[in-house]
């Protein structure tokens, strides 16, 4: 059973950091895709970031610069890191597994979601 468990969200204040952690188990992720997704209330869920199996990586443009996403084959655990954080970053963080190389498409598995709260 495919289990991605989130962790690493609080409340901080406007340019602050936050690291965000994904740990992964129940198959092998070291050739599929990985990303995180958010969800603010009111709001449909949009892609934040996204890693490919050879580590290219992937932003939306308001969070480039400012976040980075990266991997640990070895403890099947992904990362988001996010530095400067604006309130408009508040959103529930997901992570999520893809069964492609590359993060195209919609993922196949999600995690529970991680709150992460941004005051101004």
């Known amino acids: 059973q495919v289990q991605l468990v989130e962790s690493g969200g609080g409340l901080v204040q406007a340019g602050g950091s936050l690291r965000l952690s994904c740990a992964a188990s129940g198959r092998t992720f070291s050739n599929s895709a990985m990303g995180w997704f958010r969800q603010a209330p009111g709001k449909e869920r949009e892609f934040v970031a996204g890693i490919s199996w050879t580590i290219s990586t992937y932003y939306r443009d308001s969070v480039k610069g400012r976040f980075t996403i990266s991997r640990d084959n070895a403890k099947n655990t992904m990362y988001l890191q996010m530095n400067s954080l604006k309130p408009e970053d508040t959103a529930v963080y997901y992570c999520?597994?893809?069964?492609?190389?590359?993060?195209?498409?919609?993922?196949?598995?999600w995690g529970q979601g991680t709150q992460v709260t941004v005051s101004s």
């Open positions: 999520a597994a893809f069964q492609t190389h590359v993060p195209t498409g919609s993922p196949s598995d």
